[in-house]
């Protein structure tokens, strides 16, 4: 009897067997016990999290013919056909190997027939972002009338890619990457079926290795067991994976714990010396530095598999200052690492960047650099002098001359800071007379609405002056001999207009330009250009 690969022999066959996606399973077992089951279904997600699995129990699940249950019998001829993946009426496809629109519209033709032997006519379509744009087309005028025996079972590892209209048609299952714990959980399982001896620390290594995928997990641990006859340890695992066990980068962080630099450089090359993967021993010794950063907050928060004398000693050692700076360390080296030219050489230097590299609190004051010193004691002298400025400062009263005259208000409202409709009525009122703590102002009846910013300018006036005062205003026609603000902001740009055409008609270029083409300067669109002034 030929071999089968353990993630084809421990593919779940129903959805008491699915691991890690509870979330997923509840609304699906709920649409087939209670009957409200979908015509469409779109499962995404990375590879190897059950995509294609759960379509496939949901399909046996709809087809069983004890009837359509969360719990297919297993026993009946449907179900049996569709494990072994003969069923008729289950059409598998590949998206990926039949991108075009014949081959979507061959797929099709036939879905408007009843099933041979099941309930409902299913077409599971894996990676259907494969299709081309005229394939959606087709499937979208299926999918937007299905036949009533028809169902659609979608899965695809990059949703993005599927137009909005197709998306919008189906029940979308999102699956997540599988927690490390519960895909070393159940590789424990499946050895202990399978007979195998094996550590508990190297199925923890395959299930970080996986990435959240139960297919690369299960691959992982086929190839470990044929290296070692059958027993899965955790150097035939290290082996297989590329990278060192735990015991070697406590030794690594023991020696940076010492600031050892000679000891150090010395494991590392010896460690270099084998066939191992330098991108996975820089993520496995930042994952030691997460697992002691959460070890000092809590020990509780930390994985068991991780948990030794030598760690709980390590972990007590660091400050959380270094932990974190070292993790941001190796972060940005592993980052950088496609750009070294060598990748032993890469992680030989980050090793030594941590060593160089500490907080400076773990400084102490005899180790404080002279240039330190000198910038100490000139910002002390800084500090002293901002300090007596500021004892010298003594607050305003009221000091400040109240104006007699519509000159001296507008030069009270430029130290004001205004804005808005406040802003607008100071510069559109003019000064009458200042008595009893309240100013009295004249406004042009045309500019009367502006008086809806009088309680904001009030409030300015007020905490400027330092004493609270009022504002009354009187809705008059003001004389042509008064100017306002804004009406000598006015002359002031037209004063400033006509400057500027008087010395663009004075210009010899503009001249001969003018003379040459018989052309005239266009007075209308001339700006005079406005001058930031800097305060003094």
């Not at 797929?107 to 259907?128: F, M, Q, W």
């Not at 927690?179 to 590789?187: Q, S």
């Not at 190796?330 to 992680?347: C, E, H, T």
């Not at 603000?485 to 001969?512: G, H």
């Amino acid at each position: 009897m030929s071999y089968c690969a353990l993630a084809r022999k421990w593919r779940p066959r129903n959805f008491s067997q699915v691991v890690g996606q509870d979330y997923i399973l509840q609304p699906l077992i709920n649409s087939l016990d209670t009957g409200r089951i979908h015509h469409a279904f779109l499962f995404t997600g990375i590879r190897g999290v059950g995509k294609t699995t759960l379509a496939r129990i949901l399909a046996k699940s709809l087809n069983c013919e004890a009837g359509i249950s969360s719990s297919p019998c297993e026993k009946c001829k449907n179900c049996l056909e569709i494990n072994k993946g003969n069923f008729i009426d289950l059409i598998e496809v590949d998206a990926a190997s039949r991108t075009g629109v014949d081959d979507t519209r061959e797929l099709l033709e036939n879905a408007c027939y009843t099933p041979s032997h099941g309930r409902y006519k299913v077409y599971l379509i894996d990676e259907v972002h494969m299709f081309s744009l005229s394939s959606f087309n087709v499937l979208l005028k299926t999918l937007e009338e299905p036949p009533p025996h028809v169902k659609f079972l979608l899965a695809t590892t990059d949703p993005k890619k599927i137009p909005v209209t197709v998306l919008s048609r189906c029940l979308q299952f999102n699956l997540r990457r599988i927690n490390p714990k519960a895909i070393a959980d159940h590789l424990g399982k499946i050895l202990d079926e399978e007979h195998i001896l094996f550590d508990p620390e190297a199925l923890f290594a395959i299930a970080q290795a996986s990435e959240g995928s139960m297919r690369d997990a299960l691959s992982f641990l086929d190839q470990t067991i044929n290296y070692n006859n059958r027993q899965v340890t955790v150097n035939t695992t290290q082996a297989v994976l590329g990278g060192i066990d735990q015991k070697n980068l406590l030794i690594l962080l023991d020696y940076l714990s010492q600031k050892n630099s000679q000891d150090l450089i010395k494991q590392v090359r010896e460690l270099c010396s084998y066939s191992v993967d330098i991108s996975k021993i820089i993520r496995d010794l930042l994952h030691l530095l997460q697992q002691i950063t959460l070890y000092q907050i809590n020990p509780n928060l930390i994985d068991k598999i991780v948990e030794s004398e030598d760690f709980i000693a390590l972990a007590s050692r660091f400050t959380p200052e270094e932990v974190q700076l070292y993790y941001q360390i190796g972060l940005i080296g592993n980052r950088d690492l496609i750009y070294a030219p060598d990748p032993y050489m890469a992680f030989e230097m980050l090793l030594l960047r941590m060593l160089c590299f500490y907080p400076m609190e773990t400084q102490s004051n005899e180790e404080t650099l002279p240039y330190q010193n000198i910038l100490n004691d000139n910002n002390s002298n800084k500090i002293v002098e901002i300090q007596e400025k500021e004892t010298a400062f003594i607050p305003r009263e009221f000091s400040i001359s109240l104006p007699n005259s519509n000159h001296d208000w507008q030069g009270l409202i430029f130290q004001l800071e205004l804005s808005g409709i406040s802003k607008q009525l100071a510069e559109n009122c003019i000064f009458d007379y200042f008595e009893m703590n309240t100013f009295y102002l004249k406004i042009s009846p045309t500019m009367a609405s502006l008086q809806r910013g009088r309680d904001r300018l009030q409030e300015v006036l007020s905490n400027y002056l330092n004493q609270e005062v009022k504002i009354i205003i009187q809705i008059s026609n003001l004389s042509d001999s008064t100017d306002t603000i804004a009406t000598q902001e006015v002359k002031n740009q037209e004063i400033a207009k006509q400057t500027a055409i008087k010395a663009i008609e004075n210009n010899e270029n503009i001249q001969t330009i003018c003379k040459i083409f018989d052309a005239r300067v266009l007075t209308e669109n001339i700006k005079a250009i406005q001058e930031n002034k800097s305060d003094s």
